[in-house]
């Protein structure tokens, strides 16, 4: 039965088929034909697979992504960054690669981050002289940060398949999330000085007490998220509803670019993004269960044990596969596929469950970019309408970059941990 399984996700992969449908359908067929499963388990199992308290935080972060695009919170948190880097060597593209963390911060979306920050720093970018193959490779590797500043969806989809806490995986992906972008910024800098890039000249302290009040009530979400979990308000799930309500709040009565129409259009977007991912998730667990009752995930630990006694040759496995899946497929996808084969595996080799996660996400996220497959590189595509050719030589400078940063999230556990140790201690 697995075996088939496993052949018929392939072929429905290679074919184009929508991802639930190639998870759902080879499930279906290697029941009915290969086993005396009766088929009406799988509707169970459908439902059961999202019948998970964590997963209720998903529509919430989504509702509340898509109204700080449209409610003016993103280009706020743009043009405080400007005025905070924007006259060091690499400004403009510093600005670019910190606004993405920031947006990363209230959208949880790597193609959200890459569309709503793409559109206003490409120009800028090329204006200021920056090769349109760097800009590119710049929008699409730092979108790609999303998946790791909190709070990501993809984080929320891991807690939900292997029940590690999700608060906990939150304040990990804050460290994570900042090797990941400085490391990028130290390159921006890098290139920006040998290539004698201009710069904007100084904001007066007036304008950056200007940018700062304008996007005060943007910048307060993430403490309102973090803060009201770890300080014991409120749940990761509770979070995201106060977070869509105060989003929605700021985005009518205070900058007041949202008009109830919008807010409509907005409600509908989010209900269809939430049905793609929540339809998503019930097809992989159904997968899981099937995959686990084939003893897949037993028969992957055993092979570990007895072939692989190096965490070090073991993490390195982890990371080749993950950037590999990640240039074929959406991190949601991938994280409810593999967590549930990954993890018991990780557990067995000492690995901390939390470190496992942000180790997952953040190989994830490169591979967002990695060429030729990568998704962020076709959104990043709309916005520069230039071809994978144009956009290789920059794509592979940051690929090359934030590697090395996967390297130090991946052996340095504490890069990650120390924050989550803090707060328990």
Not at 81 to 91: C, D, L, N
């Amino acid at each position: 039965m697995v075996s088939l399984l496993l052949i018929l996700i392939i072929i429905f992969l290679f074919s184009s088929t929508p991802i639930f449908v190639a998870l759902g359908l080879s499930s279906f067929l290697s029941v009915v034909f290969m086993s005396d499963i009766q088929p009406m388990i799988l509707i169970q199992r459908l439902f059961g697979g999202l019948d998970q308290f964590a997963l209720m935080a998903l529509p919430f972060f989504i509702l509340a992504a898509n109204i700080m695009d449209v409610g003016g919170l993103s280009k706020r948190i743009l043009r405080w960054s400007r005025a905070m880097v924007g006259h060091i060597t690499g400004g403009v593209a510093m600005t670019t690669q910190v606004s993405s963390m920031f947006f990363g911060a209230l959208s949880g979306s790597s193609p959200a981050t890459v569309i709503a920050i793409g559109k206003i720093m490409y120009p800028e970018l090329l204006r200021k002289k920056y090769d349109k193959s760097f800009a590119s490779g710049l929008l699409a590797s730092s979108g790609a940060v999303s998946l790791i500043i909190p709070p990501s969806i993809t984080l929320i989809i891991f807690g939900s398949v292997t029940g590690v806490s999700v608060g906990s995986l939150f304040i990990a992906g804050i460290g994570a999330g900042i090797i990941y972008g400085f490391s990028s910024i130290a390159y921006i800098y890098f290139y920006a000085k040998k290539n004698n890039l201009p710069r904007d000249k100084r904001a007066s302290l007036k304008e950056v007490f200007t940018a700062t009040g304008k996007a005060f009530w943007a910048l307060l979400i993430p403490v309102i998220i973090l803060g009201g979990i770890y300080s014991g308000i409120f749940t990761p799930t509770e979070a995201a509803g106060v977070s869509a309500v105060y989003a929605l709040f700021v985005s009518v009565f205070i900058y007041k670019e949202m008009d109830w129409k919008s807010f409509y259009r907005t409600l509908v977007d989010s209900a269809i993004t939430t049905a793609q991912v929540l339809v998503l998730v019930a097809a992989a667990q159904v997968l899981g269960w099937i995959l686990t009752r084939g003893g897949v995930p037993q028969q992957i630990a055993g092979y570990i044990a007895e072939n692989i006694d190096s965490v070090i040759i073991f993490l390195l496995l982890i990371n080749v596969v993950l950037l590999v899946l990640g240039m074929f497929m959406e991190g949601v996808a991938a994280i409810t596929i593999l967590a549930p084969l990954i993890y018991p595996s990780a557990l067995s080799m000492g690995v901390d469950p939390v470190h496992l996660g942000v180790i997952m996400i953040a190989n994830l996220a490169v591979g967002m970019y990695t060429p030729p497959f990568g998704i962020n590189i076709f959104v990043t595509q709309t916005i520069t309408k230039l071809n994978m050719v144009e956009m290789l030589p920059g794509l592979m400078r940051f690929f090359v970059v934030n590697v090395i940063a996967l390297l130090i999230i991946t052996y340095v556990p504490q890069s990650s941990l120390f924050l989550v140790d803090l707060l328990q201690d």
